[in-house]
Nanobody, 118 residues
Framework: QVQLVESGGGLVQPGGSLRLSCAASGSSIGFYTMGWYRQAPGNQRELVAQITRSRRTNYADSVKGRFIVSRDNAKNTVYLQMNSLKPEDTAVYYC????????????WGQGTQVTVSS
């Protein structure tokens, strides 16, 4: 079992930055692909960014060039640096842990709200 706790969300003006953190416990994140997803009201949950055990990254087209996902296995934490934020980035952001190589185990955090508004 992996417990995931997100932090770092909040209210930011358009063009601003936030860094989300996801602290894991119960198991090392070194065994998992770690991801960030988001869900806006009325929308389905969507992938924002992923980073594999080998640190390959994958981003949604809407955030490429603005968001950076990283992991610190020693701290058992994954981060999402969000720059040049837009109102359409407003959503609840969820941390995800997916076991490699087969995705047998899949864990979610409780989410953190990000609101981009002037």
């Amino acid at each position: 079992q992996v417990q995931l706790v997100e932090s770092g969300g909040g209210l930011v003006q358009p063009g601003g930055s936030l860094r989300l953190s996801c602290a894991a416990s119960g198991s090392s994140i070194g065994f998992y692909t770690m991801g960030w997803y988001r869900q806006a009201p009325g929308n389905q949950r969507e992938l924002v960014a992923q980073i594999t055990r080998s640190r390959r990254t994958n981003y949604a087209d809407s955030v490429k060039g603005r968001f950076i996902v990283s992991r610190d296995n020693a701290k058992n934490t994954v981060y999402l640096q969000m720059n040049s934020l837009k109102p359409e980035d407003t959503a609840v952001y969820y941390c995800n842990a997916l076991s490699e190589p087969f995705g047998t185990n899949n864990y979610w955090g409780q989410g953190t709200q990000v609101t981009v508004s002037s």
